[in-house]
């Protein structure tokens, strides 16, 4: 017998936080539908069971009165990955900041450059992901991405040794695959599990 409803974890095909409904596979954005009625309870300026129920009844018929093509951003949730990459981020966001603040007030002056660092994914939602993610770490910062070759272009203070800049390659890899785990499809987490790709060449380098 064919369920009327069938939720996200029932069909991973499906976009998250949505539902499939009726025999026609007709699809329903939960969050939409959310907002809608959230929209209808605003207009009655009053917050009652009845115009809550109302307003369901309301998004739901708009919605498949009026179907919005299915566009698939390509993102999942994966509570464990979650849980990986923000228990990551909170250490190496601690440690780059030690590192950094050591390096300003202890030691010479250091050299930095900006490095190649080509990514596996593919995505936008990835990419613009790991990019936003490095970022937001001390001691590093993305100053260009090249959606072609799916390569970001990383600002590194400390540049001194051929092995730093190893070591913030390194970084950015291990965030993208983080990042993926977490949000990706199975497709880009099986990409992330092959080696990274030739690193390109350090340029701009700078005193």
């Known amino acids: 017998m064919r369920r009327?409803?069938?939720?996200?974890?029932?069909?991973?095909?499906?976009?998250?936080?949505?539902c499939e409904f009726g025999v026609?596979?007709?699809?329903?954005?939960?969050?939409?539908?959310?907002?809608?009625?959230?929209?209808w309870v605003l207009l009655w300026s009053s917050l009652h069971l009845a115009n809550v129920l109302t307003g369901v009844v309301v998004a739901v018929a708009v919605c498949l009165a009026f179907p919005l093509p299915r566009v698939d951003l390509?993102?999942?949730?994966?509570?464990?990955?979650?849980?990986?990459?923000?228990?990551?981020?909170?250490?190496?966001?601690?440690?780059?900041?030690?590192?950094?603040?050591?390096?300003?007030?202890?030691g010479h002056p250091h050299r930095a450059a900006v490095i190649a660092v080509p990514l596996r994914c593919r995505s936008d939602l990835m990419l613009a992901a790991t990019a936003v993610a490095v970022s937001n770490v001390p001691g590093g910062s993305i100053v260009e991405v090249r959606r072609a070759t799916s390569t970001?272009?990383?600002?590194?203070?400390?540049?001194?040794?051929?092995?730093a800049l190893d070591a913030a390659r390194r970084s950015v890899?291990?965030?993208?695959?983080?990042?993926?785990?977490?949000?990706?499809?199975?497709?880009e987490i099986a990409r992330v599990a092959e080696p990274p790709p030739p690193a390109g060449p350090e340029r701009g380098a700078h005193a």
């Open 4 to 18: 009327p409803f069938k939720l996200t974890f029932r069909n991973k095909d499906l976009p998250p936080f949505s």
């Open 24 to 39: 026609r596979g007709r699809v329903l954005d939960l969050p939409l539908i959310a907002w809608l009625t959230f929209i």
């Open 74 to 106: 390509g993102l999942r949730l994966h509570p464990w990955g979650i849980l990986m990459l923000t228990g990551y981020l909170l250490y190496d966001m601690y440690t780059s900041g030690v590192r950094v603040t050591r390096q300003i007030f202890v």
């Open 152 to 163: 970001v272009f990383l600002h590194v203070l400390d540049a001194d040794q051929p092995a």
């Open 173 to 187: 890899w291990r965030l993208e695959r983080l990042i993926v785990r977490a949000f990706g499809t199975s497709d």
